[in-house]
């Protein structure tokens, strides 16, 4: 059983995926933190079956095996649904990798690859704490330890709310959180 997405007006929406493989497409968790007008988070994941087989490596990272997403839906079967939420906001992934592999996973399951909105919060984080360059760098890891964050690394929901926090964090000291009854602008940040 799938949990219902958040719904409401957001600011932006962090979003995350775990994979089964060293194939981008390979999702088998996807995470979105939705944040609100009053910087609010709402989280929500869901495991999905990725239809290939998971690599040793990528279950002991993130613990998500076949027994985990037996059942699952792929993520063809719940794309259309995401999307609609999606494509109304801006997005914030953790790198770029989040981005490609929603690609990936749309041109491996027949599914519509949409231009959406992202951006990335490893770019606003060097931009508001540049002294972590050479320093652990801006990995959500160190920007845990760094920015005492509680979360539980490598879950696709946890992380997801993890980049909205470095976000909301950076807007923080650097000064440029917009008004709250506006969406997020990234040029503000940078």
């Not at 997405?5 to 957001?10: A, I, Q, S, V, Y």
């Not at 968790?29 to 990528?58: E, K, Y």
């Not at 508001?128 to 890891?141: F, Y």
């Amino acid at each position: 059983m799938i949990a219902t997405l958040p719904t409401g007006d957001f600011r932006f929406i962090a979003l995350d995926v775990e994979t089964a493989c060293g194939d981008n497409a390979s999702i088998c968790q996807i995470g979105l933190a939705c944040v609100d007008m009053n910087n609010g988070i709402r989280t929500w994941s869901t495991f999905l079956d990725p239809l290939v087989p998971f690599a040793p490596f990528n279950t002991r990272l993130h613990g998500i095996g076949p027994e985990t997403v037996a059942g699952a839906p792929a993520f063809a079967q719940i794309w259309p649904d995401l999307l609609l939420r999606l494509n109304r906001q801006p997005l914030v992934q953790h790198s770029r990798f989040d981005e490609r592999a929603i690609q990936a996973a749309c041109r491996a399951q027949g599914q519509v690859a949409p231009r959406l909105v992202w951006h990335d919060s490893v770019s606003i984080a060097r931009a508001a704490w540049p002294e972590l360059k050479g320093n652990g760098g801006h990995g959500l890891a160190n920007l845990k330890r760094h920015l005492d964050l509680e979360f539980r690394h490598h879950d696709a929901g946890e992380d997801a709310r993890a980049a909205a926090m470095v976000v909301l964090r950076a807007e923080e000291i650097m000064a440029t959180a917009v008004p709250r009854d506006r969406p997020f602008q990234l040029s503000l940040l940078l």
